[in-house]
């Protein structure tokens, strides 16, 4: 598959949540966990769709390493998602709308990238924008 056929898996996620972010997270160009944005239905402001997805994978593999393994979000991951990934060691983000994206489509954001963050981490974690960015900017509009 495809960083594209990922990406979109990611935006099937995103059409079910509270609000258009979705998540999936590959390992060996396999899907292995799927999550989407669950804030109002859980009344848990931190249960972003990067969290929900990386909370059940972690839960699952018993395990809170995610070395080796690549997140694909709708919208750039905020500070809390990104510093998350950090932790987790997460070795690739990959997105489809960037914060400047959201932003500019009145989303509510924290006006600071998730590399910006990695920069500043101990992690060396490879960022990718842009992957059907298009689709990804529709679903917030």
Not at 51 to 73: C, D, F, H, W
Not at 80 to 101: K, L, P, Q, R, T
Not at 113 to 136: Q, Y
Request: proline content about 4%; overall charge negative; glycine content about 6%.
């Amino acid at each position: 598959m495809t960083p594209e056929d990922f990406m979109r898996l990611a935006l099937a996620e995103a059409k079910q949540g509270d609000s258009p972010y979705g998540a999936v997270i590959v390992k060996d160009n396999e899907v292995v966990a799927k999550g989407y944005n669950t804030v109002k239905r859980d009344c848990d402001p931190s249960a972003h769709a990067e969290m929900n997805v990386i909370r059940s994978l972690t839960a699952k593999i018993q395990t809170p390493s995610l070395e080796g393994y690549t997140i694909y979000a709708t919208g750039e991951p905020c500070p809390m998602c990104a510093s998350v990934c950090v932790w987790a060691g997460v070795s690739e983000i990959i997105i489809g709308a960037s914060i400047e994206d959201l932003i500019s489509v009145n989303q509510s954001q924290i006006d600071l990238a998730c590399d910006e963050i990695i920069a500043k981490s101990f992690r060396n974690i490879k960022v990718t924008k842009g992957v059907l960015r298009e689709e990804c900017v529709k679903l917030f509009k």
